[in-house]
């Protein structure tokens, strides 16, 4: 679980959606209705990964937003001490972001790095480049179906078709994945066909 989204949020009070967009305007929705019942079960997820994030609700509507606020902020000093560590000065070029960190490699390996045009280094950031782009796209399939299944493990486990739908979902059977979810509560099948079409568009 997650205490900061940097992307959108989704939000359910059982398997209803309640609310989605910009974090702050969701919890406050999810505020509200906790107010009006606070026996409501509430669960918001990150809109890409599908990563449970936790809120304190307690306190009025407007502690919540502070507390918000401070974590989201604390998040971002965190992310730009760890950048200004990365770029300090030290071995490397610094001005183009080259960043000096130990390889170790077989001997035969070293002697086909150094036979490379513009040496072991240029050598390296090609091979890296190139394998980069190679999986890129299997890496785009993995992570919408993590999220996909993420989602639907959380939400959709006590559907009907559940064991079904997710086989068919991860072969890649469209059509039968949609029509073994059908019977899903409404909120819940609409967000999980979302998703999974993400992995379906990924895989195309």
Not at 29 to 42: G, P, Q, T, V
Not at 89 to 104: A, D, H, Q, Y
Request: no cysteine; net charge negative.
């Amino acid at each position: 679980m997650s205490t900061t989204a940097p992307h959108p949020v989704i939000a359910f009070a059982g398997a209803h959606r309640i609310a989605s967009g910009q974090l702050a305007l969701v919890a406050l929705k999810a505020k509200e209705l906790l107010d009006r019942n606070d026996s409501a079960a509430i669960l918001i997820f990150d809109d890409v990964t599908s990563e449970q994030v936790e809120i304190d609700f307690r306190g009025s509507a407007e502690q919540v937003l502070q507390r918000l606020s401070a974590t989201e902020a604390g998040a971002s000093t965190a992310e730009t001490a760890s950048a200004d560590q990365q770029t300090a000065r030290g071995p490397g070029r610094p001005k183009l972001g080259v960043i000096g960190r130990e390889v170790t490699l077989l001997p035969r390996h070293w002697n086909w790095l150094n036979q490379q045009s513009g040496g072991a280094s240029v050598a390296l950031r090609k091979l890296v480049e190139e394998a980069k782009r190679r999986s890129e796209e299997r890496d785009q399939i993995r992570r919408a179906q993590e999220s996909a299944y993420r989602f639907m493990s959380a939400m959709a486990g006590n559907q009907a078709n559940f064991e079904e739908a997710t086989r068919a979902f991860f072969a890649g059977d469209q059509p039968r994945f949609e029509e073994l979810s059908e019977p899903w509560q409404i909120d819940i099948r609409d967000h999980a066909r979302t998703l999974a079409a993400r992995a379906f568009a990924a895989a195309e």
